[in-house]
């Protein structure tokens, strides 16, 4: 299984993972040519995705969804509220190529099972992704306001974690938002800060845990720099030390991460 975080933040996110046999996106926040050329920085093909897995309905997760869903006759997998969201943000879609993926369930794609979990945030029914093939895990979770014991249960002792790292608390309360958005992103169906990841990841990092992936960081309320800074604090004080077992990766609103083996 081979990965890649083809673009993470509130500009737009689409993340890629493969496998022998299936080739999945999830989410298509940006517009189908720069989910083109995104593709292409990885040596690969939209034409060649087998299913599209939707998170939820805000456009930074589907903005070119219905673009290249329609020019490349793509699958789209998402639940029930999430479907009726989009109506009307995503244009017409074939029926054939629309398909319920109910939270809390598990599908397998071809050689890859997938499980969904619902997250807090502001969406219609928001959840996020666990893939498991051959015996290892990769846990992909962003767009919550915390995380519960619950979501903690469903991604713990992955094997890669794609984690949100969304803000830092002070930059965001001293920064230029107007007030009622800031207490978004503090409120429990916000976004997760740098420190409540650090602490959420120290209760789910287990022995097989290789690599995490700081992600939707924001551009105004945080720094790549501070996020690594501030997450590798708060696990050192639990006792995990960045470097020793695992390592820990930023990503990009622009720039894709690396295609890499799980």
């Keep these: 299984m081979r990965f890649s ?8 996110n689409a993340f890629y993972v493969e ?19 995104l593709f292409a920085h990885i040596d690969r093909r939209i034409q060649d995705v087998t299913g599209v897995l939707v998170t939820h309905e805000h456009s930074d997760h589907i903005k070119g969804l219905g673009v290249i869903a329609r020019k490349y006759r ?13 109506d009307g943000l995503i244009g017409d879609i074939p029926s054939e190529q ?17 499980e969904s979990f619902g997250v807090s945030h502001d969406a ?17 979770i962003t767009d919550t306001g915390y995380v519960s014991e619950r979501m903690k ?15 830092d608390v002070e930059m965001l309360r001293m920064g230029k938002y107007p007030w009622n958005i800031k207490r978004r992103i503090l409120s429990d169906v916000g976004h997760v800060s740098n420190e409540d990841a650090g602490l959420a990841l120290a209760d ?8 995490i992936y700081l992600a939707h960081l924001s551009q105004d309320n945080n720094m790549k720099e501070l996020a690594r800074m ?10 995990m030390i960045v470097g020793e077992c695992f390592q820990l990766y930023d990503t990009d609103p622009v720039r894709p991460t690396a295609l890499v083996s799980v």
Aim: aromatic share 10%.
């Design 5 to 12: 975080v083809l673009a993470s933040g509130s500009t737009g």
């Design 19 to 37: 496998t022998e046999r299936e080739r999945l996106l999830v989410d298509a926040g940006l517009s189908g040519k720069q989910l083109e050329q």
């Design 74 to 86: 793509l699958p789209i997998y998402a639940n029930e509220k999430t479907w009726k969201a989009m």
């Design 98 to 114: 629309k398909f319920i993926f109910p939270t809390g369930a598990v599908r397998t794609f071809g050689d890859i099972d997938v």
């Design 124 to 140: 219609a029914e928001p959840m996020f992704y666990v893939f498991h093939y051959e015996g290892k895990k990769l846990a992909l």
């Design 153 to 167: 249960g469903v991604i713990c002792h992955a094997d890669v974690f794609v984690f949100e790292s969304n803000h």
């Design 204 to 211: 789910v990092i287990g022995d097989k845990t290789k690599r």
């Design 230 to 239: 501030t997450v590798a604090q708060t696990l050192e004080k639990k006792g």
